[in-house]
């Protein structure tokens, strides 16, 4: 079936390193693709979206491309700062009334 | 304006016993979704209504769970006869329409089942 996979584990990282998340979806047809994060004790917030390929989303200097060839809508971020620290998950939307949801990573940024 | 409200936000019930979570949507939209989190499964879809079309409740994982949408707007997730393995938060999600668009998410309800 239609699915998300996430990289295992979670990242740990200093502040103002590079951040990749990788994500990739199932490919049939051609599904929407957003990344949503979590903050500690707080609800799920988009964090960027991807309609169709080679779209780029951005927000917040992080950015993501749907990248048809590979089926994949890795996360980036140049610099991290502490704020950062949060999960990060992966969605596809295929038309089914739904979000598919990989299982997420924890970012954790130190100082 | 206000987002998408839940409650409680935690729950803590004994196996067996029933339970009832409230999603207030945001005003005006008409896809709602219920969505499970739990440890070591990630999210899971659950429900989805739309307008006053029949829900969608392909992800219901047992006939224990049931939930209902009230006038199209508030909606409410009952699970009967609860049990230890339906420990999770509870997360409703609202959107302007069907279809590919942003999904708001609310704070979710906490559910424990001792």
């Known amino acids: 079936g239609d699915s998300v996979t996430q990289m295992e584990g979670p990242v740990t990282l200093s502040e103002e390193a590079f951040l990749t998340i990788n994500c990739t979806y199932t490919a049939t047809g051609y599904p929407s693709l957003f990344w949503y994060v979590q903050y500690p004790g707080e609800g799920l917030q988009l964090l960027l979206k991807a309609t169709k390929a080679d779209d780029k989303g951005s927000n917040k200097g992080f950015e993501a491309t749907y990248r048809k060839e590979t089926t994949s809508f890795h996360l980036e971020k140049g610099s991290v700062q502490v704020s950062d620290s949060a999960v990060y998950f992966c969605a596809a939307y295929y038309g089914n009334n739904r979000l598919a949801f990989g299982k997420g990573n924890q970012v954790v940024v130190i100082p | 304006g206000a987002g998408v409200s839940q409650s409680p936000s935690n729950k803590v019930t004994e196996k067996g016993k029933d339970v009832e979570l409230r999603c207030d949507p945001i005003s005006g939209h008409t896809a709602l979704y219920w969505y499970r989190q739990s440890l070591g499964q990630g999210l899971e879809f659950l429900i989805y209504f739309q307008g006053n079309s029949a829900p969608d409740k392909s992800g219901l994982p047992s006939d224990r769970f049931s939930a209902e949408r009230t006038g199209g707007s508030v909606s409410t997730l009952t699970i009967q006869r609860t049990q230890q393995e339906d420990s999770a938060v509870y997360l409703c999600?609202?959107?302007?329409?069907?279809?590919?668009?942003?999904?708001?998410f609310g704070p979710g309800t906490r559910l424990t089942v001792t």
């Open positions: 999600a609202s959107s302007p329409r069907a279809g590919n668009y942003e999904q708001y």
